[in-house]
């Protein structure tokens, strides 16, 4: 098979394996930049799974903010599907998680910051990411940070969209469990209080149950997750304001970004962004 699978870009080494497909460095070969290139396969039966695929990939290609990773370019060549993604080469949250232990607080306060900037904007595109976690967050060398993963991302043309059931249980907001017809960008906001949990401890809420338990959990029981000690007060704060079951209880991403444990935790790459936000 070609190493040239789209356009300009040459096919480099194995970095990762997804459940869908591989994962390459992907090398422009006229200008010589990097990205990472998603390789998924494909049988005929589903190729116009693929072709619905591609047309929501360029909806997301549109989206430009310094904390969302940018789509550069898609192709299907024969059953393949090629996805061209900018490369980040510090790896995700999960990961630093995995190889290092629970983050500080200060380290907490600059990723939520970056995250929750990245999903106000996604917000006031009506784009509702559907899967934040540690995994699906990236980290450059430098510590800014890119929403990834946009597999099931949705456009929510009125005030509520199906999202499909695909995401990770340990994340997912009740009313997603409950009713995937119901959800809206307010789930999103649920599942990043239980990021700022996965990082003040490695582990998501519910981790001491089976994932089939822990649906159960979410979905029927009246408790919240137990939000660690080890966070501030303002820290505890924010993640109960995130971990409201009922998600017209929850702030908003950009009312969110006032919280006071965010406060000194703004980046510079995403001042630009924030001052012109309207918070209404």
């Not at 040239?4 to 869908?20: M, Q, Y």
């Not at 043309?157 to 907001?173: C, D, E, K, T, V």
Request: hydrophobic share 35%.
């Amino acid at each position: 098979m070609s190493t040239r699978p789209v356009s300009c870009w040459e096919k480099g080494r194995l970095i990762g394996r997804g459940t869908f497909g591989l994962v390459y460095v992907g090398i422009n070969s006229e200008t010589g930049e990097t990205c990472a290139m998603k390789e998924v396969t494909f049988s005929h039966q589903f190729r116009q799974v693929c072709l619905q695929y591609v047309m929501e990939i360029t909806l997301l290609s549109r989206l430009r903010h310094p904390n969302i990773v940018h789509y550069r370019d898609s192709e299907i060549v024969n059953n393949n599907l090629y996805i061209c993604l900018e490369y980040v080469s510090g790896g995700s949250i999960c990961k630093i998680l995995r190889e290092n232990g629970e983050l500080g607080e200060s380290a907490i306060r600059s990723y939520t910051q970056q995250i929750l900037s990245g999903l106000a904007y996604l917000h006031s595109e009506n784009t509702a990411h559907s899967d934040i976690r540690g995994a699906n967050i990236l980290v450059d060398p430098s510590g800014q940070v890119k929403l990834a993963d946009f597999g099931i991302a949705k456009h929510i043309r009125g005030q509520l969209h199906p999202i499909s059931f695909r995401g990770n249980a340990y994340w997912m907001a009740p009313e997603v469990i409950r009713d995937s017809n119901g959800c809206n960008l307010a789930a999103d906001i649920w599942s990043l209080g239980c990021t700022v949990i996965e990082m003040a401890t490695t582990q998501p809420p519910w981790s001491q149950y089976e994932q089939v338990a822990a649906v159960f959990k979410i979905a029927t029981s009246n408790e919240l997750p137990v939000v660690p000690d080890n966070l501030s007060e303002e820290g505890k704060d924010f993640v109960q304001q995130c971990l409201q079951r009922n998600p017209q209880d929850r702030p908003t991403a950009i009312q969110l970004l006032g919280h006071p444990f965010l406060r000194n935790a703004a980046s510079s790459s995403s001042e630009s962004f924030l001052i012109n936000l309207d918070p209404h």
